[in-house]
């Protein structure tokens, strides 16, 4: 266990730079909320498992909650190539018989929008035509399709495309350096510390495509997914709505955890129009526990990470349906007022600081137009205490007191003075919300910017 080195920027006296993706609206200006195929379908998708994803959307009340793209990831298109006349790439017509044009048409007649995916690269990562050398095309072409959002992978990469070297951090067992999401390869070296990672090829081919957006004229939300490599927060606000800050997620604890401990070091990069991505959720799927899609969701909202529903929304459960609606965490996320993320404060378990996957950062805190969010997350197997000192939390007095919510519950809490002791079971997260103080005749709505 290591203390991470300063090859992070830490998360006091940042700029956050803005976006130059001009889509002349207010997409991306949140964090995308809705659904996308790939955590539940891998490449068994189809135009029916589209629309009735969509259709779940609205039937289980999850469009008026906020969530409004559908999104169709990878193996969508035929793979033997593209149309020898347009070079534009075919949808599978015995997967999308209506083309990719007609489930756009049925998605908006519901009030929602559609996301679609390729990769930076020569191919996806499923093996279909991808964009690079094709991204004038390509853009256009979903601009004419009326897709609202793409997905853009960092798959099958050419070598002339590819970077000399790598972005590394100390990881947690020795300090000899690696990805946050992965190890060093051997056959390229890390890149100086002065390297202007704006300048790379992995840089550059993602601005293509972002140019090739904006040319096409049709505003489209731009996610960047190369994996958190080449250190894509210092500039991938330049370039897209969101960025991915990791690799994949997948459905098992140590994941989430993984990714919440490197998503936590990159939160001063978040803020309106630009989102720093810990990926797809994956509540819901494979052997995660009640206690632990709460603590999941909770971080990924407050972290304003998009909120992309990842299961089959015909099978959920409404245990798991409740977590993805929960009001006070999307309120949160989606914050008209407030743009940026709720941060650590506290790191628990280890020293403040400190880079460690199994016991993340566990105390969060953030402000939003309805009051300061507190976070308590616990990482152990068994129930914990956790407490939420309110001279320790910021934007908060010590010995002050507040009117408090339990955001789980919506239940009021009344007045509570110091602090709050929560009972916390086995890898759930608390989660309150500190508005008014109490007292006197004045009461002042806590916002802290």
């Known amino acids: 266990m290591t203390l991470l080195l300063s090859l992070l920027v830490p998360l006091v006296g940042l700029s956050r730079p803005s976006t130059a993706l ?14 996308n195929s790939w955590n539940a379908y891998h490449y068994d998708i189809s135009q029916s498992k589209i629309i009735t994803a969509a259709e ?4 289980l009340g999850l469009k008026d909650a906020g969530y409004e793209y559908v999104n169709i990831d990878d193996a969508w298109s035929v793979k033997d190539g593209r149309d020898p006349k347009t070079q534009r790439l075919v949808p599978d017509p ?63 990469v050419p070598k002339n495309w590819s970077d000399t070297c790598d972005f590394c951090v100390p990881n947690n067992d020795n300090g000899s350096g690696n990805y946050p999401n992965g190890t060093c390869t051997d056959d390229r070296d890390f890149c100086p510390s002065d390297y202007d990672f704006s300048k790379s090829n992995t840089a550059k081919r993602y601005a293509i495509m972002r140019d090739a957006i904006e040319a096409a004229g049709r505003p489209m939300l731009y996610s960047l997914c190369e994996w958190g490599n080449m250190n894509v927060q210092t500039w991938g606000n330049e370039t897209a709505h969101s960025w991915r800050a990791t690799g994949d997620i997948g459905p098992t604890w140590t994941r989430v955890k993984d990714i919440l401990n490197m998503n936590s070091f990159f939160m001063n990069y978040v803020d309106f129009y630009g989102h720093s991505d810990a990926d797809m959720l994956e509540v819901g799927n494979g052997q995660l526990s009640y206690a632990q899609c709460r603590t999941h969701f909770a971080l990924w909202a407050a972290m304003k990470s998009p909120l992309l529903i990842g299961t089959p929304l015909d099978t959920i459960s409404s245990d798991m349906l409740g977590i993805l609606k929960n009001k006070y965490l999307l309120e949160f ?20 600081w400190t880079w460690n996957s199994s016991y993340p950062a566990e105390f969060w805190a953030g402000s939003s137009s309805n009051g ?53 079971l086995a890898y759930d997260t608390a989660v309150l919300l500190v508005q008014d103080k109490c007292g006197g005749d004045e009461k002042s709505r806590l916002l802290l910017v």
């Open 333 to 352: 996320n989606q914050d008209p007022v407030v743009g940026g993320p709720a941060t650590p404060y506290k790191w628990g378990t280890n020293p403040d």
């Open 56 to 59: 779940k959307l609205v039937s």
């Open 372 to 424: 300061i969010l507190v976070l308590m997350m616990n990482t152990y197997d068994e129930t914990k205490t956790k407490i939420a000192d309110w001279g320790e939390v910021p934007g908060l007095e010590a010995g002050a007191s507040y009117e408090v919510v339990d955001a789980w519950t919506g239940k009021s809490l009344g007045c509570q003075e110091d602090g709050v002791n929560a009972t916390v």
């Open 22 to 35: 001009d889509t002349g609206s207010d997409i991306g200006r949140l964090p995308a909320l809705g659904w």
């Open 94 to 156: 015995d997967k999308f018989p209506d083309g990719i044009n007609g489930t756009a048409d049925k998605i908006h007649s519901m009030g929602l929008k559609l996301g679609i995916y390729s990769s930076a690269g020569t191919k996806t990562c499923a093996g279909y035509p991808a964009s690079i050398g094709y991204e004038t095309i390509d853009a256009q072409t979903w601009a004419d399709w009326g897709v609202d959002y793409l997905k853009y992978d960092n798959c099958n």
